[in-house]
């Protein structure tokens, strides 16, 4: 695949239309392509960006739509790629979806748009990204803004919103850190983080993606038969790691391994001794 430099033209095109439901259309309070999503809240909003890691996110937050599910439809040059459906899980809402360009044959000039929809029929903007040969990352003016004072009432601030079912995720990313598919549980985690906005859901994840991390780099150990490495890395991780974590059960397959390891290479010099001349 050609590597591109991605530069984005960030067009607005906010169309705001009646539908042919009883549910009323919510407001859109921001939207930006980004890089990365820190405490719910995109650390850019994107002019220009390079490709380097091969994915784009594209954040909304809106008010008024609690209940509805809100449709992110990425097209490509005006063919559409994937629709991705999103719940909205309280009156305020902010989630965001992700594209990975790993396969794709693009092209400089090719362009990637978002549509951001309701499942009610409810256009609420596009947002377009023009691909060029090279370019350099910029900040455009902050992707977020305060969302308005709610009418009628207002919640109790200590009101957290309610946990949400991810029982199923977690099977999931279980499954991918048990084959050491640490970049595939990496993306899972995201998404899993993208379907809850209460904080100790968002902060158990924020540390299974710490804990992932850490996994990763013993792998890499492994791989390279860094073995005092490793042990001294799984140490750590066996004492920092809840066995509650779905990296626990992967850590102790890998504790496995390294006893089998280092059973060879303290066996290897008595082979080799035994078969000399």
Not at 186 to 199: E, F, G, M, W
Not at 264 to 271: H, T
Request: charged content about 20%; aromatic content about 6%; proline content about 6%.
């Amino acid at each position: 695949m050609r590597i591109c430099i991605v530069t984005g033209l960030l067009i607005p095109a906010l169309a705001f239309a009646e539908t042919a439901t009883n549910n009323p259309c919510p407001t859109l309070v921001s939207a930006a392509f980004t890089t990365d999503v820190e405490n719910r809240e995109p650390v850019s909003s994107l002019a220009t960006a390079p490709l380097s890691a091969n994915e784009l996110l594209f954040f909304t937050a809106i008010q008024g739509g609690n209940g509805q599910q809100l449709h992110h439809t990425w097209s490509y040059n005006g063919d559409a790629i994937v629709d991705v459906t999103l719940a909205v899980g309280s009156d305020y809402w902010r989630t965001w979806s992700s594209k990975t360009f790993a396969g794709l044959d693009l092209a400089v000039g090719g362009q990637w748009q978002v549509q951001v929809s309701t499942q009610s029929g409810c256009q609420l903007g596009t947002w377009t990204l023009t691909l060029s040969e090279d370019g350099a990352a910029s900040q455009m003016a902050p992707a977020h803004a305060t969302p308005p004072a709610p009418s009628g009432h207002a919640e109790p601030e200590s009101a957290d919103p309610s946990p949400v079912d991810l029982s199923k995720h977690y099977d999931v990313i279980r499954q991918l850190l048990d084959l050491g598919d640490t970049r595939a549980a990496k993306v899972a985690i995201r998404r899993a983080r993208q379907l809850t906005d209460n904080p100790q859901q968002q902060n158990a994840l924020d540390s299974l993606a710490t804990n992932n991390e850490a996994f990763a780099q013993l792998e890499r150990m492994i791989r390279q038969r860094d073995i005092h490495g490793a042990r001294e890395l799984m140490q750590t991780l066996e004492i920092s790691i809840s066995p509650d974590s779905p990296v626990y059960p992967a850590l102790q397959s890998r504790q496995r391994l390294l006893e089998r390891l280092e059973g060879d290479d303290r066996n290897e010099p008595i082979f080799q001794s035994a078969s000399s001349p």
